[in-house]
């Protein structure tokens, strides 16, 4: 299934959102790491070049976590799915609340595509934020309760049966300058694998 044409056919078409034109087996998903927004260039994306500068973060987080990849196929291979909260690239340095709500039924369809999933990560406040929109649409309350990352990285949250994993944004350069976030994401990532391998 290409994600792309799903979401088109149930969303409608738009030519500012970017969507992962990718295509995948949507019920041998076990996981999704939502990060929080699109790159300017839809080269530096993870299903964009080889070399893309989000895979250039992706690839030592999951080395660091102990699972070998080389590129974004060999994590769908694992049964692990990576997607944007936000489809537009931000136009400033903080993303909007409208940006967030715009691509927001978007979102929402990619994790109704996966019907197995055991994991969400959540990786960043934006992927937080959008979320808990998603889940507070439904349920009338927040998924993961508005307070830091770092205090929410020993409890255990869950929706619906699927683990809820707030971690932190696994692009931009930062990333690999801040050696705790940088651990802690791995660490995440870790337990994201340990969890979907279980049964």
Do not use: W
């Amino acid at each position: 299934m290409n994600i792309k044409s799903q979401l088109q056919q149930l969303c409608g078409d738009t030519e500012f959102l970017r969507l992962n034109d990718v295509n995948i087996e949507p019920e041998k998903i076990r996981a999704i790491l939502i990060n929080e927004v699109v790159p300017v260039d839809s080269d530096d994306d993870f299903y964009g070049k080889s070399d893309s500068a989000y895979m250039s973060t992706t690839i030592p987080l999951f080395r660091k976590a102990g699972i070998e990849v080389s590129g974004i196929q060999d994590i769908l291979n694992l049964n692990i799915y990576i997607t944007n909260a936000v489809k537009t690239p931000k136009s400033e340095y903080t993303v909007s609340k409208d940006s967030i709500e715009e691509s927001l039924p978007y979102l929402e369809k990619e994790l109704d595509l996966l019907p197995n999933l055991q994991v969400v990560m959540l990786m960043g406040d934006v992927a937080k934020k959008a979320f808990n929109m998603i889940i507070k649409k439904a349920t009338g309350k927040n998924a993961v309760p508005s307070i830091s990352t770092y205090k929410l990285r020993n409890t255990e949250i869950f929706h619906k049966g699927i683990r809820i994993i707030p971690s932190y944004i696994m692009t931009g350069q930062n990333i690999l300058i801040e050696k705790s976030k940088f651990q802690m994401a791995s660490e995440d990532i870790a337990l994201m694998y340990r969890l979907i391998n279980e049964s």
